[in-house]
């Protein structure tokens, strides 16, 4: 079956500039996760998904970041005014438990 | 503060030998870890996981062995085949919201880049 997708695979944007960032789960995982992975470092926990509502978005970094799952299905993560500390991996998962969680490939943003 | 550690930033090992993954943690409030293999421009891909009521899962090669009470956990994977070669990441997370933590929400380790030579 599907994995996880992400898309767009590659970003590359300039200061201060909006972005979004979109993933599709695996078919009837009620739980998504967001996370960010900088070079060298494993994946730090942005926000948890359950259904369609946010069940805990204490990882975001600021009010820049939000993301939404308006269909419990299909997420977007949008950054606004990105700086070029925003430069990451930004990995999807999901899953049907919360707790074993199937990642996607990544997208890579790059903020000059 | 690394709740979750690796203190080992790279292992080297001959192909048909044992690769041994280590694992540190100090969050009391964890009870259930996993290990994901990560390669190059891919996604984590989920390996092995063990809850803390059990002190060994295998599954095949891959052998989790957990010991609560020193919060350290690892990753064995006899024999090593040059396909294994890549980064390891252990995660940790509670089982249930407690402590101000989130059911589900991972908390990872820095990574241990594996290197199986034939």
């Known amino acids: 079956g599907a994995g996880v997708s992400q898309t767009p695979s590659n970003k590359v944007t300039e200061k201060g500039k909006y972005v979004e960032l979109r993933c599709d789960p695996i078919?009837?995982?009620?739980?998504l996760y967001w996370y960010r992975q900088s070079l060298g470092q494993g994946p730090e926990f942005l926000i948890y998904?359950?259904?369609?509502?946010?069940?805990?978005d204490s990882g975001l970094p600021n009010d820049r970041f939000f993301a939404v799952r308006p269909e419990g299905s299909v997420s977007t993560l949008k950054i606004q005014r990105t700086e070029r500390g925003d430069s990451a991996v930004y990995l999807c998962?999901?899953?049907?438990?919360?707790?074993?969680?199937?990642f996607g490939p990544g997208t890579r943003l790059t903020v000059l | 503060d690394q709740q979750v550690k690796q203190n080992s930033p790279s292992l080297s090992v001959q192909e048909g030998r044992i690769s041994i993954l280590n694992c540190d943690y100090t969050?009391?409030?964890?009870?259930?870890f996993l290990w994901y293999k990560k390669y190059p421009a891919e996604g984590p891909t989920f390996l092995i996981s063990?809850?803390?009521?059990?002190d060994k899962n295998e599954d095949g090669r891959f052998t989790v062995f957990l010991n609560k009470s020193a919060k350290h956990l690892s990753l064995h994977i006899v024999p090593s085949q040059p396909g294994d070669s890549a980064v390891y990441f252990c995660?940790?997370?509670?089982?249930?919201?407690?402590?101000?933590?989130?059911?589900?929400?991972?908390?990872f380790g820095q990574g241990t880049i594996l290197t199986v030579h034939p």
């Open positions: 969050n009391s409030m964890f009870d259930y």
């Open positions: 998904f359950q259904g369609t509502g946010a069940a805990d």
């Open positions: 998962a999901s899953s049907p438990t919360g707790i074993t969680q199937y």
């Open positions: 995660a940790a997370s509670p089982i249930n919201n407690a402590g101000g933590t989130s059911y589900g929400k991972l908390t």
């Open positions: 078919s009837g995982h009620t739980a």
């Open positions: 063990i809850s803390s009521i059990k």
